[in-house]
């Protein structure tokens, strides 16, 4: 049979179908189900200014999309998928979401809803606040159409009569300002009783749009956001400083190509076309929807309404045991430490960092970044570091997808603190996880090293699921060591002892100990893979599954988002099983297992089995030393995975989810839940 995948775009739009089924799911509280929603809009978001954004620029290379007929397939699918699932966000919002809210006393009141009070308070919020900040743009060849950017409100207006020259200029566009917010919550004496009442900014400025044009009728309009290509691009072999020269590149990425236009549902449709032609798109990439153009603004609401029993339980993440004397050196040197975020606190490896920092027979640090955000504990902990002396490098990414600002501002404050700051390897993307620290023990230097699935980001740490390890075992800190001896010299990275790095290893590693399976099934013994990942979409790892799966090998695959590989196919994958959990928190963590003939083989990792990752980043993949760890790692990170029946999906051959669900007797049982249990710490217990 000839080798099958499926379509990477649809599987990842079929990702966001299976987020919006918690908006859906009337068992999880309802602000809960609004962020959920909010989450869809963000997802599609990035898969329009990524993902779409790409296939249109490589029809354009050498013509278009009519010279293109495969690519052109592939976006008309994507379009048709893309234009369901919006009506079906909307209609969730406005059937289900929307009623639940407001009979739980939080509402969004348009300006139609309103009593003469509220509509007396949005005027006068009007005329303070808003209105001063428009700029209304009549257009004509002296006012031509306004530079749009990306994603931010704007309005087009078509007005009758002729403006106070005489002319009959028709379209007028109106920007909403940047600094207001979107969302505005009413005075709470404007609202019922033990309620709590918001409008949104679209609505107060449709209320009073007309005000902005005096002696000229408002015949229609319709507020309207365009989402434009953000990838980032540089001439890497032409340029100096990289730097100096993303910093450039930021400033343009507002402005990028366009990809979708959303209007409002009743947007005319000669001003929904008179967009189209402005940003040079065509009917395809129109959206009209039945609410708010961005729904990611309604997060604001989650967290204004101020209603705790209308969200997820409060969960406070468990923490390690105490550290030997308080001295986390002395607590590595005992013993490797596993930590499994968010269900064990973060806090122990910002401790790790901090005591290095303070620590006198600490001499050198050293930490990758890929994702920390603006504010980060770390940072300010690797800048002490420097500043007293350590000698501190940094393997700043600054192509991490829009986090390049922060890491940028990072690094200019690393730079003057004394820290060696680097780029990692032009044109690969560091997205390795390690964090070294060298110091002087009683037997000479000794390395303690963190290695993680995640980012050293305080807030994702929070809700993505993720491993890390401390450990100060010799070889692998040698190890974690000549990765920044390759990352900062350039040179080719020595032969190592326990890790997997791409590009260099670590899709051949992985396609090794795959075979190696498919080589102990074949003689009549147990073959059996785990892997627990972000994405399945790499051809030759795809391949060596099928083969595997071909000579007898057992495989669950448990792949948040999408996976190309068609399982279940008959005398292709008949022993590939793939689930999907969509739950509280992101799941994010990489385990790689391969049974081994009872050696248990269990690898954590930064990299997803993409094309990406393992041939064109820089990427770490490492043992689980420890036999008892190694044994958490499987308890926690993939048995419970494989027993979910409430927040699992489970993929068809023919690339379709369906829920699993508990049937008949079966209990119910939820992966996520099991480890709040396990590893939290109890309400009524202190955090630290």
């Known amino acids: 049979m000839k080798t099958a995948f499926l379509d990477r775009e649809l599987s990842q739009l079929a990702f966001n179908r299976r987020v919006m089924a918690q908006a859906e799911d009337t068992s999880i509280p309802v602000l809960e189900r609004l962020r959920y929603l909010c989450i869809v809009s963000s997802n599609l978001d990035e898969f329009f200014e990524v993902r779409v954004a790409s296939l249109l620029a490589a029809a354009s290379v050498d013509g278009d999309l009519a ?26 919002f406005n059937t289900a979401v929307l009623p639940e809210m407001k009979a739980q006393g939080i509402h969004i009141v348009r300006h139609s809803q309103r009593n003469e009070a509220q509509r007396a308070w949005v005027k006068d919020y009007f005329d303070r606040e808003v209105r001063p ?12 159409f306004p530079q749009v950017v990306n994603k931010s409100l704007n309005f087009i207006v078509a007005l009758s009569g002729k403006d106070a020259f005489g002319r009959g200029t028709a379209i007028a566009i109106v920007k909403a300002p940047r600094v207001l917010p979107r969302v505005i919550r009413l005075p709470d004496h404007l609202s019922k009783e033990g309620g709590v009442s918001f409008c949104l900014l679209s609505s107060v ?39 100096q020269a993303l910093k450039g590149e930021l400033q343009g ?75 986390i050196f002395a607590t590595i040197r005992k013993h490797d430490i596993l930590l499994h975020h968010p269900f064990q606190s973060f806090q122990t490896v910002i401790d790790f960092i901090r005591s290095a920092a303070l620590d006198p027979a600490v001499v050198a640090i ?33 192509m991490a997808r829009f986090d390049e600002e922060a890491n940028i501002n990072w690094a200019d404050k690393l730079e003057q603190a004394g820290a060696q700051v680097v780029y990692g390897v032009v044109g690969l993307k560091t997205h390795a996880k390690v964090a070294l620290v ?49 990352l900062t010299s350039l040179t080719r990275p020595q032969r190592m002892n326990h890790i997997w790095l791409a590009p260099f290893a670590l899709q051949d590693q992985v396609i090794k100990a795959i075979r190696n399976e498919a080589k102990i099934a074949k003689t009549g013994r147990p073959g059996r893979i785990i892997a627990k990942i972000n994405a399945l979409t790499d051809e030759p790892v795809i391949r060596a599954l099928y083969a595997a799966s071909q000579d007898g090998v057992k495989i669950d695959l448990i792949v948040r988002g999408a996976c190309t590989l068609m399982p279940g196919v008959p005398g292709l994958s008949e022993n590939i099983r793939v689930r999907s959990i969509i739950g509280r ?41 420890d036999r008892g760890l190694k044994r958490r790692v499987i308890a926690e990170g993939l048995t419970p995975y494989l027993k979910d029946n409430s927040n699992a999906w489970e993929l068809d051959s023919h690339g379709q989810y369906q829920r699993r669900k508990a049937r008949g007797k079966q209990k119910a049982f939820s992966a996520q839940q099991h480890l709040m249990e396990l590893l939290g710490t109890p309400a009524d217990m202190p955090a630290h």
């Not at 379009?79 to 369901?84: A, D, K, M, R, V």
């Not at 900040?133 to 257009?139: K, Q």
């Not at 770390?378 to 490098?393: F, N």
Request: proline share 5%; with cysteine; charged share 25%.
């Open 585 to 625: 928190f992101l799941e994010h963590s990489r385990i790689y297992y391969f049974r081994n003939d009872l050696a248990h083989d269990v690898m954590l990792a930064s990299a997803d089995w993409m094309n990406r990752n393992l041939l064109r980043r820089i990427e770490v993949a490492f043992p689980v030393l």
């Open 67 to 92: 010279t293109h007929p495969a690519l052109a397939a592939t976006l008309e699918r994507v379009s048709n998928e893309c234009h369901e699932l919006v009506k079906r966000q909307y209609e969730v």
């Open 205 to 243: 400025i449709h209320a009073h749009i007309s005000e902005l044009f005096a002696g000229r009728d408002v015949m229609a309009y319709s507020q309207f956001r365009v989402t434009r290509d953000s990838d980032l691009w540089v001439d890497e072999d032409e340029v100096k400083n990289l730097r």
């Open 366 to 398: 050293k930490q990758t970044v890929y994702r920390t955000g603006m504010n980060s504990d770390l940072m300010e902990a690797l800048i002490a570091a420097a500043r007293s002396g350590k000698e501190v490098t940094v393997v700043v990414e600054l």
């Open 133 to 144: 900040l428009l700029t209304p743009i009549g257009l004509d060849p002296a006012h031509p």
């Open 253 to 327: 990425r507002a402005y990028g190509r366009s990809v979708r236009i959303e209007v409002a549902k009743n947007c005319p449709p000669e001003l929904s076309q008179f967009l189209l032609d402005q940003f040079s798109l065509d009917q395809s990439r129109l959206y009209r929807v039945d609410g708010p153009v961005n729904m990611v603004r309604l997060n604001e609401i989650v967290e204004q309404a101020r209603r705790p029993e209308l969200r997820f339980p409060p969960f406070i993440a468990g923490v390690q045991a105490k550290t030997v004397n308080n001295d």
């Open 438 to 486: 060298i110091r002087r023990d009683e037997g000479g230097l000794g390395y303690y090293a963190h290695l993680g699935t995640g980012n050293y980001h305080p807030t994702t740490t929070k809700f993505y699921t993720d491993f890390g390890i401390l450990t100060c075992e010799p070889q692998l800190g040698r190890d974690v060591n000549e990765v920044f001896m390759h």
